[in-house]
């Protein structure tokens, strides 16, 4: 059994995801947490490697997806998994339902397929010394919450078109967010427990408001907490 916390980060490219992800480690760090902040692709020098690959080379949508699940096997084993055994807060930056959201929704590719992926990667299997069985399924590593910034394509567009080079996918059309979009709601429904979603159309300090409340809900943080940097700025 973990002993520390995971959450996710997942939102449309432009939904503003990562400045909160900063100041959420902050929090955690003032109230006495160990951070590990990540991301996917990335995360090990393996994934790491396999992001560069992804996020700038021409490929099918299939052989992106499974880059996407290597790099995360990696990312799994070698940094999620010891951070929450030794009672870290894992700050993931996108985690497997971006690879829904982008692979299956935006690229097509078979939810049933993608569904495949996922369990053979994230599969938990008890310890044979432990439980007597070496075959048991426990179900799958998933993180305890999944912040989901949720932003229409159109502001999501105007927001990026100020930011720097895009990769593969910040240059893909409205429609092709569209579909994304779509693939992250529908996670959202299949399992809402897991997930908070966020109104990202918000201002900064607001969809802060919204992260704090949601967490102290949750006895994570302790406190209502102001945002670490200048909090009234619109994002
Ligand atoms: P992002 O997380 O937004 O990082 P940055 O802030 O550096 O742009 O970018 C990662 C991109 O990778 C994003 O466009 C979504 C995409 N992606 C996939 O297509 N599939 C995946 O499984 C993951 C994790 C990310």
Redesign the pocket.
């Known amino acids: 059994m973990s002993k520390g916390l995971w959450i996710s980060?997942e939102g449309?490219?432009g939904a503003g995801?990562?400045t909160h992800i900063e100041s959420l480690a902050k929090t955690f760090e003032s109230q006495g947490r160990t951070i590990t902040l990540t991301?996917?692709?990335?995360g090990t020098v393996l994934a790491e490697r396999l992001?560069e690959l992804?996020?700038g080379t021409d490929m099918d949508p299939l052989s992106?997806?499974l880059l996407?699940?290597a790099?995360?096997r990696d990312h799994l084993n070698k940094v999620i998994l010891p951070a929450l055994n030794l009672g870290h807060v894992v700050l993931c930056?996108?985690?497997?339902?971006?690879?829904?959201?982008?692979?299956g929704g935006?690229?097509g590719v078979s939810l049933a397929v993608l569904s495949q992926l996922e369990s053979w990667v994230q599969e938990k299997t008890m310890e044979p010394s432990e439980h007597g069985k070496s075959d048991d399924s426990m179900g799958l590593w998933q993180p305890d919450l999944t912040l989901w910034f949720d932003l229409s394509p159109e502001v999501a567009a105007s927001r990026l078109v100020q930011?720097?080079t895009p990769?593969?996918?910040?240059s893909?059309s409205v429609a092709f967010f569209e579909r994304?979009q779509g693939a992250y709601a529908k996670r959202f429904e299949l399992d809402p427990k897991r997930f908070l979603k966020i109104d990202a159309s918000l201002t900064r300090h607001q969809v802060w408001q919204q992260i704090t409340r949601g967490l102290t809900a949750k006895g994570w943080l302790s406190i209502m907490v102001p945002t670490p940097q200048a909090s009234s700025q619109a994002s």
């Open positions: 980060f449309i490219d995801k990562s991301r996917e692709p990335g992001r992804m996020l992106e997806s996407a699940f790099a995360r930056d996108r985690f497997t339902d971006a690879t829904f959201a982008y692979q935006g690229r930011a720097r990769d593969r996918f910040e893909q994304v």
